[in-house]
């Protein structure tokens, strides 16, 4: 197939929407993020999310993170609480992912269907167009499933010129990858510290309102 490459510094309004568009029809898009290089998909189109975990050899049983635009976006699509308003009071837009419950009626193509992980990233690009995605956006760093995260611009463009509808490129990332916490239970589960520290957010959690 044939990979359009898009510089970021350089696409144009008129391309993120058509590159927008593709997403919200079943395109594969990779994309600078604030910690690594991702590989996403519309998280409402099952062809997207299905050529995400074939592109990258993902096991079935493990979720796909989605993006979000907007504490807003994020409160439409999993339930929100005390815990996950606190924290992204504090680090939202950053580095990191908080598994809450789906919320109810939203049927997500992500793996799991009663829990998502829901990020809103920091990077300028990806902020403005997340925006004109509209839907939520699936998620996962760009690279073969248990192997490292790629952060170099002529790696990821080696691995994925070929593979994926679009890739955006600007130049190399040196992020770490998102911290995850799961907020599902009464007390909050870290499952990956990246590049939020647990004690960072305990001090958040444990803060009067």
């Known amino acids: 197939m044939k ?3 898009i510089d970021c510094a350089r696409a144009t ?10 997403l ?13 290089y991702a590989i996403g998909a519309s998280a409402l189109n099952s062809k997207g999310c299905g050529r995400i975990y074939r592109l990258k050899k993902r096991p079935a049983e493990k979720s796909l993170p989605v993006f979000v635009h907007s504490v807003g976006q994020a409160k439409k699509i999993a339930c929100w609480n005390a815990m996950s308003a606190k924290l992204a009071r504090r680090f939202w837009p950053g580095p990191l992912t908080m598994v809450l419950k789906t919320k109810s009626g939203v049927r997500l193509h992500v793996g799991a269907a009663e829990t998502v992980g ?13 925006r004109l995605c509209v839907v939520p956006v699936a998620q996962t ?34 992020g770490l990858e998102s911290t995850v916490v799961d907020l599902t239970g009464e ?23």
């Open 3 to 5: 990979t359009r490459i």
């Open 13 to 22: 309004r008129a391309e993120l929407l058509v590159a927008a568009r593709a």
């Open 24 to 36: 919200r029809g079943g395109a594969v898009i990779v994309f600078p993020t604030d910690t690594v």
């Open 118 to 130: 829901v990020r809103r990233p920091d990077h300028p690009f990806l902020r403005k167009w997340l």
């Open 141 to 174: 760093s760009a690279n073969l499933s248990g192997q490292p995260a790629l952060r170099g611009c002529a790696a990821i463009i080696e691995k994925f010129d070929g593979q994926a509808d679009y890739i955006f490129t600007a130049g190399d990332t040196d």
């Open 187 to 209: 007390t909050p589960r870290l499952l990956r510290e990246g590049a939020i520290s647990k004690d960072s957010m305990l001090s958040v959690l444990s803060a009067e309102k």
